[in-house]
């Protein structure tokens, strides 16, 4: 079965800098588009970045220029590397992969940016 787990969110002050891993399996994965989302409390989830399988990189205009997704189809994981952090990037980070007509989620990360 799909199996996606999020790590490396913190606390973290403004202006600092985190890594989020995305272990991934149960599917092919240098075949499928890999995505980042965020959900803040009270907020709906909101599009964050994508990569697809030839290394083409989607950002939402708000993180564009500050984050950055990557991959390593050897690891089955997917990163994504977050300088110049804000207070709202506060958020619960969500690795996606779209398969079939399926969705599906890992169970969030939290990041908190806050001094």
């Known amino acids: 079965q799909v199996q996606l787990v999020e790590s490396g969110g913190d606390l973290v002050q403004p202006g600092g800098s985190l890594r989020l891993s995305c272990a991934a399996s149960?599917?092919?994965?240098?075949?499928?588009?890999m995505s980042w989302y965020r959900q803040a409390p009270g907020k709906q989830r909101e599009f964050v970045a994508r990569?697809?399988?030839?290394?083409?990189?989607y950002y939402s205009e708000v993180v564009k220029g500050r984050f950055t997704i990557s991959r390593d189809n050897a690891k089955n994981t997917v990163y994504l590397q977050m300088n110049s952090l804000k207070p709202e990037d506060t958020a619960v980070y969500h690795c996606?992969?779209?398969?079939?007509?399926?969705?599906?989620w890992g169970q969030g990360t939290q990041v908190t940016v806050s001094s």
């Open positions: 149960g599917f092919t994965f240098s075949s499928a588009y």
């Open positions: 990569i697809t399988t030839g290394d083409t990189t």
């Open positions: 996606n992969v779209h398969i079939g007509v399926i969705d599906y």
